[in-house]
């Protein structure tokens, strides 16, 4: 049984960082990409970043480039998305997805979700 369980959001200022964690607690599938989305306050969720094993392949949102950072540690089940230079723009909810496939920034091909952890970003 897959279970994604986020971690790490909180309330930071503009500018600061922070690193969101996505942990398979129940299994040990090695999942062959996971990433991370996100949905604001009356808006779509949408992609931020994507990790894909074995191809070692990341990908990012315009949004996310050059602040964001996604990997992945596979000893420890866990996926991380460390989030630098934030701004108001980014809070938003963050959710973890993971696919034993190739999916991309499309939602509904991702076989996985959690619950998402709340990230807010104040001015």
């Known amino acids: 049984q897959v279970q994604l369980m986020e971690s790490g959001g909180g309330s930071v200022q503009a500018g600061g960082s922070l690193r969101l964690s996505c942990k398979d607690t129940?299994?040990?599938?090695?999942?062959?990409?996971m990433g991370w989305f996100r949905q604001a306050p009356g808006k779509a969720r949408e992609g931020v970043a994507l990790?894909?094993?074995?191809?070692?392949?990341?990908l990012y949102s315009g949004a996310a480039k050059g602040r964001f950072t996604i990997s992945r540690d596979k000893a420890k089940n866990t996926m991380y998305l460390q989030m630098n230079s934030l701004s108001p723009e980014d809070t938003a909810m963050y959710y973890c997805?993971?696919?034993?496939?190739?999916?991309?920034?499309?939602?509904?091909?991702?076989?996985?979700w959690g619950q998402g952890t709340q990230v807010s970003v104040s001015s």
């Open positions: 997805a993971a696919s034993l496939r190739f999916p991309g920034w499309a939602q509904s091909p991702w076989e996985y």
């Open positions: 129940e299994s040990a599938s090695s999942f062959y990409s």
């Open positions: 990790i894909y094993d074995p191809l070692d392949m990341t």
